[in-house]
């Protein structure tokens, strides 16, 4: 990590505005003691639950916490800062309403069970650095535009990044919740027990989720890009949407996906990972 002093500071002092700077310093790593003291308490009830899953639920609302919690740190609220929390607000807790419901009753998560497996009796305090200390740091790292966001007082009239931020947190919520929702209809009908998932948003790309929940972090990235000097916090929906591509996301569900259903390799062949485009071949509706 670098040392406090390189962290980028914001000068918000235009030639022709009297804009304040904004420090971020104090806020940010104030923000990092919160987050790991907020996943330390959870994996005490994990380790008590014997179940890491509930890691996934907490996920979505640790970004509506640190955003919170950073608005408490900043300048006196505006319009701009209410309507990135409530942003934020929506998508996390729709998220982890989801994720509750998707899961309830059904035990910890395979991937965890593997884990748990692999390391035997050290999976329990080995967890806490390699599962949920690990989700605070990357919590806290791609929640940058949000402390950006909410620790500025400018500027003070919307700008055109606000606008192409807002029409792609759209795009992203509206993929990501009904992609949700179009899933979960299909695997809770018993005719479908088995069979591949091709309608409606997927058939236009293979994880509408993950495109969603990508494109909601470009969102939050140009409401900053809005503020002067907060280009920087490109890195977080960069680094978000490599984890979805690359590690946590399409990379990991789909390394064993064709050996439990053969019928995945059809869908691959025909459907983009991640980008929606139009399937090559006949839409399923």
């Known amino acids: 990590m670098h040392p406090a002093s390189s962290l980028p500071q914001i000068d918000t002092k235009m030639p ?28 005490l009830v994990s380790v008590r639950k014997q179940n890491a899953s509930i890691v996934d639920i907490f996920w979505g609302l640790g970004f509506v916490g640190l955003a919170w919690f950073y608005r408490a740190l900043g300048p006196p609220t505006n319009a701009r800062h209410m309507l990135s929390l409530t942003l934020v607000t929506l998508w996390g807790v729709r998220l982890a309403a989801y994720l509750l419901w998707r899961n309830w009753g059904r035990g910890e998560d395979r991937r965890y069970q593997a884990m748990r497996a692999y390391r035997g009796e050290r999976f329990w305090w080995m967890s806490f650095f390699t599962i949920f200390l690990l989700q605070g740091v990357l919590i806290w ?36 919740s009904v992609g949700d929702w179009q899933l979960a209809r299909f695997q809770a009908d018993p005719a479908n027990r088995g069979q591949v998932m091709r309608r409606g948003l997927w058939a236009y790309t293979r994880h509408p989720n ?42 990991l569900l789909e390394q064993t996906i064709t050996e439990r259903r053969p019928a995945y390799r059809d869908y691959i062949a025909s459907t983009n990972a991640f980008l929606p485009w139009f399937p090559r071949g006949r839409v399923q509706r």
């Not at 304040?20 to 104090?26: A, F, G, L, P, T």
């Not at 950006?148 to 795009?171: F, I, K, N």
């Open 141 to 176: 790292l791609i929640a940058t535009p949000l402390l950006v966001v909410q620790m500025s007082a400018v500027p003070r009239t919307w700008t055109w990044a606000d606008g192409v931020g807002l029409c792609c947190w759209g795009l992203g919520f509206f993929f990501e």
């Open 210 to 251: 993950y495109f969603g929940d990508a494109m909601v972090w470009w969102g939050y990235f140009f409401f900053a890009l809005s503020i002067p000097g907060g280009a920087w916090t490109i890195l977080s929906p960069l680094l978000m949407t490599v984890l979805l591509l690359k590690i946590s996301g399409v990379a």
């Open 16 to 43: 022709l505005c009297s804009y304040e700077r904004v420090q971020i310093n104090s806020p940010l790593w104030a923000g990092l003691g919160v987050i790991l003291g907020a996943m330390s308490v959870l994996w």
